[in-house]
């Protein structure tokens, strides 16, 4: 048996990985191999040419590579002191091998609930790494994700929880994407002929094109972002937010604007009016890098709870 397969039994919910792979091998089913191969090599950050050995190995034990194969030549995730940390400490967490819907957390309401699925957390990372462009922190993590889950104690509770992040966060946004309802071809022509129009008034200055080619470039990589491709910063800050490792904010936020549109359209008091619609009021109540962050202050809301799961059952 190699290395790796020797250093699954390692990990909690190992075994539960191997008899599923063990059961596709049988098929060659290699579509199905790397759905579940993939966020499990992310555990160890092994990627590339190391990830179609281990799937080689997988499909034909006796004609792996013998490079892979090898206990003196293991891939560099498993090498002792050859793992970067962001790696070594998510490998660290069993929650890998898990399923999307496996449940890592509970949002309460009151007496109702919403669980937290795998699925879930992985599109918060995506949301963070989006808003961030790929250069999320953990504070940014805090902030960005107890302001969605503060959020739901006004509104929302009705939505599945990875259609609730996807409809707030603009870079990951259905609607925002290519051919969205706020993005569709006859916006993006209208967008684009606006764009024109005023370069040729102001042809110094910068004009905000929320459907250009480019941001819908950037939000559809966001969107297709998986357990290995996204920042493993921003997604372990998660999986430790969901096991009550980093806590709610001391502030009540329940959304955030970039900091230069918030200034722009907050008064004095730092209260902007009409932030999210006809009456609204958002009063900012902290900052963190470019993003203020609000308390809506003109409608009530309920405290949510979260409450982690020992979603591993040992």
């Known amino acids: 048996m190699s290395l790796i397969l020797e250093s699954w039994r390692e990990f909690q919910g190992a075994a539960d990985a191997a008899e599923k792979l063990k059961a596709l091998t049988k ?22 040419k190391w990830k179609d050995r281990f799937r080689d190995f997988l499909l034909d034990p006796n004609s792996a590579n013998s490079e892979f ?21 998510i490998s660290s967490n069993p929650s890998y091998s898990k399923e999307d819907g496996e449940v890592i957390a509970t949002l309460k309401k009151g007496s109702a609930v919403k669980p937290v699925t795998m699925g879930a957390a992985l599109w918060f990372a995506k949301m963070v790494h989006g808003e961030t462009y790929g250069g999320g922190t953990e504070k940014e993590v805090q ?5 969605l889950i503060n959020r739901l104690g006004r509104g929302w509770w009705k939505y599945e929880l990875s259609d609730y992040i996807q409809a707030y966060s603009q870079p990951i946004s259905r609607a925002w994407a290519d ?24 042809p110094e200055k910068w004009f905000y094109n929320p459907c ?9 990589e966001f969107r297709a972002l998986s357990y290995s491709t996204v920042n493993q910063n921003i997604l372990n800050s998660v999986l430790k937010l969901f096991e009550g490792k ?3 904010p001391p502030e009540p936020v329940s959304g955030w604007f970039a ?17 999210e619609g006809k009456g609204s009021k958002l009063k900012k109540v902290a900052e963190v890098r470019k993003n203020s962050y609000y308390e809506r202050i003109d409608k009530k809301s309920v405290k949510v709870e979260m409450i982690p799961t020992n979603y591993l059952n040992i």
């Open 212 to 220: 250009s080619r480019a941001r819908l470039k950037k939000r559809a």
């Open 259 to 275: 900091n230069f549109m918030f200034e722009k359209n907050a008064n004095e008091q730092g209260i902007w009016s009409g932030g």
């Open 179 to 202: 051919g969205g309802s706020r993005c569709s071809a006859q916006k993006q022509e209208k967008w684009k002929q606006k764009e024109i129009v005023f370069k040729q008034n102001s």
């Open 143 to 147: 902030y960005m994700v107890w302001s």
């Open 69 to 89: 194969n090898s206990k003196s030549n293991p891939p560099p995730a498993l090498t002792s002191g050859n793992t970067q940390s962001s790696a070594s400490s």
């Open 246 to 248: 980093i806590p709610r």
């Open 27 to 48: 098929d060659k089913n290699l579509k199905q191999i790397d759905n579940v191969i993939d966020p499990l090599l992310s555990k160890y950050g092994i990627r590339g």
